[in-house]
């Protein structure tokens, strides 16, 4: 969940950088929030974290669960399409 989290927060940041939307920031700012959350969770039941690398990632190769960073790869290509998909 914690992984699923961070993708979601990276690809939103990556789209707030691209397009200049603040409505990115601001869902990836409550992804943060998500993240920290089941952070707490894990250490509290010490879980260890599959988050790799806190930092937001650009290129892939960032997750721990290969299907998310597919499906990062996936999201990525199709919002860097366009802002208006249709």
């Given at each position: 969940?914690?992984?699923?989290?961070?993708?979601?927060?990276?690809?939103?940041?990556?789209?707030?950088?691209?397009w200049g939307l603040?409505?990115?920031?601001?869902?990836?700012?409550?992804?943060?929030?998500?993240?920290?959350?089941?952070?707490?969770?894990l250490d509290k039941?010490?879980?260890?974290?599959?988050?790799?690398?806190?930092?937001?990632?650009?290129?892939?190769?960032?997750?721990?669960?290969?299907?998310?960073?597919?499906?990062?790869?996936?999201?990525?290509?199709?919002?860097?399409?366009?802002?208006?998909?249709?």
């Amino acid at each position: 969940m914690r992984e699923e989290e961070k993708l979601a927060r990276d690809i939103y940041l990556m789209m707030a950088e691209e397009w200049g939307l603040i409505v990115f920031t601001n869902i990836a700012r409550a992804e943060q929030t998500h993240m920290d959350a089941v952070k707490n969770l894990l250490d509290k039941y010490e879980v260890p974290d599959p988050v790799l690398d806190e930092s937001p990632a650009t290129e892939g190769s960032e997750f721990s669960d290969d299907l998310l960073e597919s499906l990062f790869d996936e999201l990525k290509d199709e919002g860097l399409e366009s802002e208006k998909k249709h």
